[in-house]
């Protein structure tokens, strides 16, 4: 079992940066593939970053790539999502999710455990 605790969102103006963190308690963070989605208001949640077991492998959307950032420091079993140059269609909540079996990264049946998100907002 895996416990996620996401924070860091805020309001940011456009063009900001924002460092979102996801913080796991357990004892085998080490052991699953973490994931970031977002959900903007009436809208379905969407696949943003994954990255892999030991950080060697990152996958993002097509939309935040150049611009976002994610990585994990397996130490203090937290991951983490740097968003630069933000735009205001990035406003969502973000979640974070851990997984561990097989399935497209992109797909959010493929995570098991899930953050309760944390609001970001960026104004124009």
């Known amino acids: 079992q895996v416990q996620l605790v996401e924070s860091g969102g805020g309001l940011v103006q456009a063009g900001g940066s924002l460092r979102v963190s996801c913080a796991a308690s357990?004892?085998?963070?080490?052991?699953?593939?973490m994931g970031w989605f977002r959900q903007a208001p009436g809208k379905e949640r969407d696949f943003v970053s994954y990255i892999s077991r030991r950080g060697g492998s990152t996958v993002y959307v097509d939309s935040v790539k150049g611009r976002f950032t994610i990585s994990r420091d397996n130490a203090q079993n937290t991951v983490y999502l740097q968003m630069n140059s933000l735009k205001p269609e990035d406003t969502a909540v973000y979640f974070c999710a851990a997984g561990s079996g097989s399935g497209s990264v992109d797909d959010r049946t493929t995570y098991t455990f899930w953050g309760q998100g944390t609001p970001v907002t960026v104004s124009s």
């Open positions: 357990g004892h085998t963070f080490s052991s699953y593939f």
